[in-house]
């Protein structure tokens, strides 16, 4: 099949590669000319495991190109994703302006039946309000089918080849056929294809968000309640996790969620259920509690010093989670926004972040190129990101760098007897 995704960020270049990977021909439009440049020499913008050697590989096979001609790609395309960002209005809103944009443009160049499809996770009753910018510059066929992306970042490609569920959100019997077929190489093993309503479609994308907040959250607070009782969340978390109905997957408790999607999807969710009149009450308490828990470490950090002006506090992971680069709305920021703020200097290390953490933080923050430059004459270690190569460190090493030996765990790396005997001060969250 013949498909252009327009949008070549994480979801869109993804998308892109990998159906070019199942044998369709791809055009991937940006219109960031720098990215598409950089993509047609085989240089991915982000940091994504296996994404780089797949988009060689289709690239060099001719299935997959990149362009910032919109027009000539929908012409030359059966299938139009729209896989642009849908970032956080002022009123905490999805904003729409990109993804309704790419569909005018698309219905200015179409040439004859098209199914357009959206992507990008947006509210209910986008594909209709989709369908009516197309149908006042058209007079061609199409269809608007709802197809939102529940991938992981670090994890991208496999949830795309071998996702747990691929939802539909189509409304005529053509359209509906067509996805099915696209779709078919990547639901073989038994993936369920659920076709739905438009409008179904939607909302599954931020229920699904939803949930998986409301347990970070939800366990967060167990985290809490676990510190100011004198239990261990470790072992809470594996008797909770261990029943069926509940499952073990998201219920680390740590430092509060970040990223581009869930504390946006979060707030759209309650405000277009606001919009309809419906008070989302427990979604209020999950922002509000992942708002409270990412001030947590430095609360720990100013209960231990006292104060921390003149303190140096050396930091181990930016990412918003591990296998990214992405730093969006990443927990790391408020933490070391908050040290700045009492007066400490801040040393950071991520494996793959420092490039996003440099254009964010500039020279407000010292940056290290492996995990033990960041500790020379820190007064206290934050383990924000829980990266791999974070967890087996030369402890004797790291106190030997280390003006005084204390660390803030904000992911429960280590047991915390153990790390007595290691000679540290050790904090963590949920565990005395
Ligand atoms: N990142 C995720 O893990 C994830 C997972 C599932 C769903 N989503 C959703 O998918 C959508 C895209 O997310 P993302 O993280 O890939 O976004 P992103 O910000 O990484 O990428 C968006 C891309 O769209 C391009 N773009 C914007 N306007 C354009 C236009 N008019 N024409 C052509 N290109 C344009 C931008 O240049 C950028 O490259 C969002 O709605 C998001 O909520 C994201």
Known sequence: MKIAVVGTGYVGLVAGVCFAESGNDVVCVDNDASKVRALSKGKIPIYEPGLEELLRRNRSEGRLTFTTALPKAVRDSAIVFIAVGTPQGEDGSADLQHVLAVAKDVAKAMNGYKVIVNKSTVPVGTAERVREVIRRETTHPFSVVSNPEFLKQGAAIDDFMKPDRVVIGAEDDRSKEMMLELYAPFTRTDAPIMVMDCASAELAKYAANAMLATRISFMNEVANVCEAVGADVDQVRRAVGSDRRIGTSFLFPGVGYGGSCFPKDVKAMMRFAEDSEYDFRILKAV??????????????????????????????????????????????????????????????????????????????????????????????????????????????????????????????????????????????????
């Open 287 to 432: 922002e509000a509690v992942n708002v409270t828990q990412k001030t947590r470490l430095a609360a720990k950090m100013k209960k231990h010093f006292g104060t921390l002006k003149g303190k140096t506090v050396a930091v181990w992971g930016l990412a918003f989670k591990p296998k990214t680069d992405d730093m969006r709305e990443a927990p790391s920021i408020a933490l070391i926004e908050s040290l700045l703020a009492a007066g400490a200097a801040v040393q950071v290390y991520d494996p793959e972040a420092m490039g996003v953490a440099k254009k964010h933080f500039g020279s407000r923050i010292t940056y290290a190129d492996a995990n033990y430059g960041a500790l020379k004459g820190a007064d206290a270690l934050a383990i924000v990101t829980e990266w791999n190569e974070f967890r087996r460190p030369d402890f004797d090493r790291m106190r030997s760098l280390m003006k005084s030996p204390v660390i803030f765990d904000g992911r429960n790396l280590f047991a915390p007897a153990q790390m007595k005997q290691n000679g540290f001060t050790y904090y963590s969250i949920g565990r005395r």
